[in-house]
């Protein structure tokens, strides 16, 4: 998977370095960070548009609203080791919990 400076995310096939089918659109910006769930069923990508998105790989849509709060570009997302929670970092200098199942702000960390 990638994510790029023209706003959007693909999966690749890395034996043949080719890119599996559409790319996927949803972010106003530059991507700045991917990560997939633990169990594969869920990649969320942050952005310098201030969001993280959901996506389904296997339905290659987006899952739910962007998950919005940040006042800042996002250079690190990652899941909880449970997959419960997605951690986000910002350059508004905060750091933000996520409920996965929901995509709820779930609190908030200042650096």
């Known amino acids: 998977m990638s994510g790029s400076g023209d706003h959007m995310l693909r999966l690749w096939d890395a034996p043949t370095m080719t890119p599996i089918g559409m790319a996927l659109r949803g972010h106003q910006h530059q991507i700045t960070c991917i990560t997939w769930s633990a169990d594969g069923k869920t990649i969320v990508s942050g952005s310098r548009d201030n969001t993280l998105r959901m996506w389904g790989p296997s339905t290659r849509q987006l899952v739910g609203d962007a998950l919005t709060g940040h006042t ?25 919990f996520w409920a996965a199942s929901t995509g709820s702000d779930d609190g908030t960390i200042r650096l």
């Open 72 to 96: 800042g570009p996002i250079p690190r997302v990652a899941w909880s080791p449970d997959g419960k929670t997605i951690f986000s970092a910002s350059w508004d200098n905060t750091l933000r």
